[in-house]
Nanobody, 124 residues
Framework: QVQLIESGGGLALAGDSLRLSCTGT?????MGWFRRAPGKEREFAAA????????EYTDSVKGRFTISTDNAKSTLYLQMDSLKSDDTGMYYC????????????????????WGQGTQVTVSG
């Protein structure tokens, strides 16, 4: 059974940076970050393929967020730069048993395991 634990959230000012971490990952999983802003549905933010060679981002975070893993792929990261107030929300890491090394899913329902979330609040 996979146990994912997020950390690194908190309060930030617009323009600041935060780095989220998710432990409990494995090289056998494709990984993703999703977020839920106040009053909105959970949405895709970023994902990385099982082999780590492919990444995808939602348009609103491109150029500002970077998803990555450590060498052993035991920890997932989301580096968030140039934070904006609309980045505020609960951030969740998710894992999916990948069907191929390079394939990425962006729909929450395609992911099998979820962390409890870490809150990110950005003050403009």
């Amino acid at each position: 059974q996979v146990q994912l634990i997020e950390s690194g959230g908190g309060l930030a000012l617009a323009g600041d940076s935060l780095r989220l971490s998710c432990t409990g990952t494995s090289s056998i999983y494709a990984m993703g970050w999703f977020r839920r802003a106040p009053g909105k549905e959970r949405e895709f933010a970023a994902a990385i393929s099982e082999d780590g060679t492919k990444t995808e981002y939602t348009d609103s975070v491109k150029g500002r967020f970077t998803i990555s893993t450590d060498n052993a792929k035991s920890t997932l990261y989301l580096q968030m730069d140039s934070l904006k107030s609309d980045d505020t929300g609960m951030y969740y890491c998710a894992a999916r048993v990948a069907g191929s090394p390079t394939f990425i899913e962006t729909h929450p329902r395609e992911y099998d395991y979820w962390g409890q979330g870490t809150q990110v609040t950005v003050s403009g």
